[in-house]
């Protein structure tokens, strides 16, 4: 694997261990996500930062096998640009369930390389 690659791969994994943190911090609780904006804010930049890495693995390999690269994308654009339409439901459904098939993706290709 080239060395970018992994690079980008292991930023995603740290911001992944980042966002396991603060569901640990709510107790994995929705109301008290939802009632700690600082938290919302913490997740809205890790998925930011996930989807700009994202990014930059696709500008080096095209074919990199993220099932939902381009959601995952979609959703950064949409935080950096669209940011007032950031539900923290939306934020919550992605964390407890795309950002756990995400980190088994990236478990699988590591694993693979």
Do not use: C
């Not at 396991?20 to 600082?38: L, Q, R, S, W, Y």
């Not at 654009?77 to 088994?104: F, R, T």
Request: no cysteine.
């Amino acid at each position: 694997m080239q060395p970018k690659l992994l690079k980008y791969i292991l930023d995603i994994e740290s911001v992944i261990q980042e966002i396991e943190i603060i569901k640990v911090k709510t107790g994995n609780n929705f109301n008290h996500f939802k009632a700690d904006f600082i938290l919302q804010r913490a997740v809205e930049r890790d998925l930011e930062i996930i989807g700009e890495a994202i990014r930059k693995i696709l500008e080096i390999d095209p074919g990199f096998p993220i099932s939902s690269a381009g959601n995952i994308i979609g959703l950064r654009n949409i935080i950096a640009h669209a940011y007032d339409a950031v539900e923290a439901e939306l934020i919550w459904g992605i964390i407890q369930n795309n950002v756990p098939a995400l980190a088994h993706e990236l478990n699988v290709i590591r694993k693979n390389s």
